[in-house]
Each structure stands twice: as structure tokens, then as C-alpha cells.
T-cell receptor
Framework: RKEVEQDPGPFNVPEGATVAFNCTYSNSASQSFFWYRQDCRKEPKLLMSVYSSGNEDGRFTAQLNRASQYISLLIRDSKLSDSATYLCVVNRDDKIIFGKGTRLHILP | SQTIHQWPATLVQPVGSPLSLECTVEGTSNPNLYWYRQAAGRGLQLLFYSVGIGQISSEVPQNLSASRPQDRQFILSSKKLLLSDSGFYLC???????????FGPGTRLTVL
């Protein structure tokens, strides 16, 4: 089993819809979690950290479920500019592991 | 504020030629530095990381090497490139090993 797994997609979602991604991790000792966004042919950029209590930043909500070992990202009222690949990142024992990403296409 | 630079932005090299990619960070001291490769359609692969000058940890054995001659400079090298070395090379920095990583703009390398 891979240490960090994501559905590669693509998720094709109409503009204005709500979309959610999950990311599962295999090691229960994982300590910190992040979501990054990567546009085509560009570097990944931090979208948000994921805290145990869950956190929200505008239209984006991230949650952590330690019991089931997954993190989620919810995007409300999706915009065309949300089209990108979303990378899940898990940090354990000073080792940072990137998921392969979920591709999102927002359709006009 | 902190910034991270990488150059060149794109590079086309023949098989067997040497490689040197440079990454520099401004606005911070003693950062952790990382080299990643992203092959077409694949995820990020950590190649090397460094917690200080002259300290390099290799994650994947291959024909690449890294050096950190100065606090905020990280160099990725190869003596002889292979076709399989083609990819998008990203440098990143962080304050600590548990902290957010910030990426440079990357170098797109094509080996022919």
C-alpha cells in the first residue's frame, strides 16, 4: 500500500458546484498534513495546512480524520480558476511525502 | 520576505552530457533545502535534502548528486545524463523539517 494515496481524477465539475477530494495515508504516526495546488507546468504552491480541528479558508475547507487516516479538501462555489492538480502532503518523522495529486477541471 | 530562485528555467541536453542546476534562497537563514523531480504525469520524487552547509541526504540512488556550498545555495549535478533524467526539477525550502515547503519555479529538463 502506498504511503499517501489520492484518486488521480480527473474530476470534471461545473462551475459553482461543490467538490471534495480525499487523501488516505498509511502511517498512523504521520504528524502534519497539507494541501498544495499545482497548475500545469508550474511549481506546487501551498493551499492550506490541515489541522486536527479542521480549518477553513474562504471557499476551501480542510479536515483531518486520524481514526480513519485520511484528509479531505472541500471546495465550495467552484471557479474556473480552481482548475488545477491538488496534492496531498503528509509529514512523518521529518520525512515529507507527496501524493500524486488529483486533477480538477472546472467546466464553464 | 523569502524568495527562491532556480535557473535555468528550461534546458535541453544530450545524453551523456553533464548537468548543473542551481537554487538560491533569499530572506532566510539556515533553511532546509530540497531537490525534487517530477516526471511527466507522475508525482513528486524527493531526490536530496539538506539541513545545513555540506550536509546532504540522498533519498534515491541514481546518477545525480547534490551539494550545498553556501547556506542558501543548493546545486544538483550529474556527470552523465540519461534519457530517464528528463523531468521537471523543483527546489524547495522550509524552516524546519515539519514545516511547510516553498517551491522555486522549477527547471524543465529534456534529455535527448
Amino acid at each position: 500500500r502506498k504511503e499517501v494515496e489520492q484518486d488521480p481524477g480527473p474530476f470534471n465539475v461545473p462551475e459553482g458546484a461543490t467538490v471534495a477530494f480525499n487523501c488516505t495515508y498509511s502511517n498512523s504516526a504521520s504528524q502534519s498534513f497539507f494541501w498544495y495546488r499545482q497548475d500545469c507546468r508550474k511549481e506546487p504552491k501551498l493551499l492550506m495546512s490541515v489541522y486536527s480541528s479542521g480549518n477553513e479558508d474562504g471557499r476551501f475547507t480542510a479536515q483531518l480524520n486520524r481514526a480513519s487516516q485520511y484528509i479531505s479538501l472541500l471546495i465550495r462555489d467552484s471557479k474556473l480558476s480552481d482548475s488545477a492538480t491538488y496534492l496531498c502532503v503528509v509529514n512523518r518523522d521529518d520525512k515529507i511525502i507527496f501524493g500524486k495529486g488529483t486533477r480538477l477541471h472546472i467546466l464553464p | 520576505s523569502q524568495t527562491i530562485h532556480q535557473w535555468p528555467a528550461t534546458l535541453v541536453q544530450p545524453v551523456g552530457s553533464p548537468l548543473s542546476l542551481e537554487c538560491t534562497v533569499e530572506g532566510t537563514s539556515n533553511p532546509n533545502l530540497y531537490w525534487y523531480r517530477q516526471a511527466a504525469g507522475r508525482g513528486l520524487q524527493l531526490l536530496f535534502y539538506s539541513v545545513g552547509i555540506g550536509q546532504i541526504s540522498s533519498e534515491v540512488p541514481q546518477n545525480l548528486s547534490a551539494s550545498r556550498p553556501q547556506d542558501r545555495q543548493f546545486i544538483l549535478s550529474s556527470k552523465k545524463l540519461l534519457l530517464s533524467d528528463s523531468g521537471f526539477y523543483l527546489c524547495a525550502w522550509s524552516v524546519g523539517t515539519q514545516d511547510t515547503q516553498y517551491f522555486g519555479p522549477g527547471t524543465r529538463l529534456t534529455v535527448l
